[in-house]
C-alpha cells in the first residue's frame, strides 16, 4: 500500500508537466499526495473496519476535498450525489487504488474479490473492473514465496493486456491517458523493466502521460517485490496527515499479524 502512495506523492508534480527521463528529483515542496493516496488509504479503511468501500471512500475523499490535481469528473459527481450509483467508468481510479486488497489475504480468490468489490462501487465497467483485479493480482503474486517476474507478467498477460512494449517505445508517443486498458499495463511493463524500487518509480514517470497514477500503480506492484528502501518511506511519510499514517500503521501490523 505505501508503494503506492509513495509512487503517487513521486508522481504527483508530474501529472500535468511530464518529464520523460529517469533523471529527476524524487522528493521536492511541489510534491503532495493526490486523490490516489486518499482513496488507497480508503479502500484500506474499509479492509480494517468491514464498512463498504462506498462509504469507506465517500467519507474520507469528502475529508480532503482539495488534493492535489482535483478528482475526476464523474468521481467528483459521485461524491456530491445523494444517491450514489456506480457509473460504467473504466478509469484507473480502480486500479491505482487497489492494493490494499492484495495484502489483506493469503487466499486468491478472497483478494481478487475484495478487488472487485472495490472497484465496483464507482467503476462497474468490465474494464474498470479487469483493471483492479489485474493489479491486485500482481501485487499478490509479486509478494509470495517463489514469486518470478515471468509469473507476474503471465498473470497479467492473462486477463488480456498486451506487455510487449518497451518503456522506451511507450516514453516515444505516450499521451495523457486515464483508462485502465492503457496504463494498468504501462504501469506493469515499467516494473517488469526495473531492477528495485526506485528505478520502478522513475521509469513509471518517466514515459509521461498520468504519471502520478502510473507510477502509483507500478510502485504498489514493486513494494511487494522489492520492499521499499528506508530513506524512501521516510520521506514518503513526511508528506502525509497523522491520521493517514496511523491507518498505514495499523494495517500492516494487522496483515503481518495474519
Known amino acids: 500500500m505505501l508503494g503506492a502512495i509513495t509512487g503517487d506523492i513521486i508522481g504527483s508534480r508530474f501529472e500535468f508537466n511530464n518529464h520523460r527521463s529517469t533523471d529527476f528529483e524524487l522528493f521536492t515542496n511541489e510534491c503532495s499526495f493526490t486523490d490516489d493516496t486518499i482513496c488507497t488509504v480508503a479502500v484500506a479503511d474499509t479492509l480494517l473496519q468491514g464498512i463498504s468501500f462506498e462509504k469507506s471512500l465517500r467519507n474520507r475523499c469528502k475529508e480532503y476535498p482539495n488534493p492535489?490535481?482535483?478528482y475526476g469528473g464523474s468521481f467528483a459527481v459521485w461524491l456530491q450525489s445523494d444517491n450514489p450509483r456506480p457509473y460504467k467508468s473504466f478509469g484507473n481510479g480502480s486500479a491505482m487504488r487497489v492494493s490494499p486488497c492484495a495484502w489483506f489475504s493469503n487466499d486468491r480468490k478472497t483478494v481478487l474479490d475484495f478487488a472487485?468489490?472495490?472497484?465496483?462501487?464507482?467503476?462497474?465497467?468490465?474494464?474498470?473492473?479487469?483493471g483492479a483485479m489485474a493489479v491486485a493480482d500482481c501485487v499478490f503474486h509479486a509478494h509470495k514465496e517463489n514469486r518470478s517476474k515471468e509469473k507476474i507478467k503471465e498473470i497479467a498477460e492473462s486477463y488480456g493486456y498486451d506487455l510487449d512494449m518497451t518503456c522506451a517505445e511507450i516514453r516515444r508517443t505516450n499521451t495523457f491517458n486515464e483508462t485502465c486498458q492503457v496504463t494498468v499495463p504501462q504501469a506493469i511493463i515499467?516494473?517488469?523493466?526495473?531492477?528495485?524500487?526506485?528505478?520502478?518509480?522513475?521509469?513509471?514517470?518517466?514515459?509521461?502521460?498520468?504519471?502520478?497514477?502510473?507510477?502509483?500503480?507500478?510502485?504498489?506492484i514493486a513494494e511487494a517485490f522489492y520492499g521499499i528502501p528506508e530513506n524512501i518511506k521516510q520521506q514518503a511519510l513526511g508528506y502525509l496527515p497523522e491520521e493517514m499514517k496511523n491507518v498505514l500503521s495499523n494495517f500492516y501490523k494487522r496483515i503481518e499479524n495474519e
Open 68 to 70: 492535489k490535481g482535483g
Open 116 to 130: 472487485k468489490k472495490s472497484a465496483e462501487c464507482t467503476h462497474n465497467h468490465p474494464e474498470g473492473i479487469k
Open 190 to 220: 515499467c516494473f517488469l523493466e526495473s531492477t528495485d524500487f526506485e528505478s520502478a518509480v522513475r521509469l513509471a514517470v518517466s514515459i509521461g502521460g498520468d504519471s502520478d497514477t502510473i507510477a502509483a500503480i507500478t510502485g504498489s
